[in-house]
């Protein structure tokens, strides 16, 4: 029963790994709350109190209350001993009990990759998290974006994801009653209503303390069989779920920077000390994940063999683009000499043309081969 699992995850004293401990005891929350405290005690050497604890039900009025705020919030409960929970998940040697989802439950039947960065993101670090996506979105039909919903890295990897029209899931560090931080919570409500969804392994009575951030990032990396660390100085949170994603025997992967931007140092030291592999593209991804990626679609031959309207000053602006490269109209006034007086009614021209299409910040992408 839910009740029983639920129960189980308000004692105090039990976390992830004692949870695990008593269901290879018992085999499921119903049969330890079934067993008398003597039973508790001799099978899971568990102390006399906390044994006391669990054969009187302390926590069983709760946890119907628990059940009721999901109801009410069409909130949806993983346990761990249940076929639907998320499987890469339990392989990990600490993961949740019970975990609770707002959003479709078929995100767990989706490839999924996790994406992670320092909040301090710099154009470098946005650039590279709308190109890693949308060329990701571009070759897997069923991809799911996981991050943090942290500010930075987090929040950009999420955004694109949106952008290009793909499920993206967002693990919190708290309880689904309140998003962290406060500013995200309106796309976090897009994402949800998107197609994808916001998780947590804490309940609507927990109260949050310092280790919240280590199990969120935990779960980062455990839900998936890859991490991105897309930008990371030397030090900073994403590092601990790249230790994470290695702890778990996942492919780590890093986008490397210039030597001497300190805003790159940790992402680059994960290469360099061979704990990391390098990615620079979403082919890459692909390939360290062993991805195999959609077919290319053949389109209408009449529609192959049209080509946009173009004016010669537009097809000498269109030729500063390389194909599916987001550039800033700062960098095609430098590539192509034109002031932004000129670029813009050419820019202009080239979208109504469907040469390129126009992306939040000012950046362009080129849309045709």
Known sequence: MLTDDIALTLEPEIGPRTAIHLMECFGSAEA??????????QRAQLKP???KSLSRK???RQAEQEIAFLEKHGIHAFVATSPDYPALLKECPDYPHVLYLKGDPALFDRRMVSMAGTRDVTTYGLKMCEELVFGLAAQILD???VSGLSGGVDTACHRAA???GVPTLGILPNALTTIYPAHNTHMAREMVRLGGGILTEFHSRFTPHASVFLQRNRLIAGLTPGTVIVESPAEGGSLTTAQFALDYDRCLMAVPGRATDPASAGTNNLIKHLKARMVCSAYDIVRELDWTPAPRQREPEAEESREPDLSKDERGLLSCFRDREIVS??????WSGL???QLAPLLLGLEMAGAIRTLPGNRYEKTIP
Do not use: K, M, W
């Open 162 to 164: 949106l952008d290009a």
């Open 143 to 145: 991809l799911v974006i």
């Open 329 to 334: 109209s700062e960098e095609l006034a430098e």
């Open 58 to 60: 302390n926590f069983h």
């Open 32 to 41: 330890l709350y079934a067993a008398t405290e003597q039973e508790i005690v």
């Open 49 to 51: 109190g906390l044994a």
């Open 339 to 341: 002031s932004p007086a």
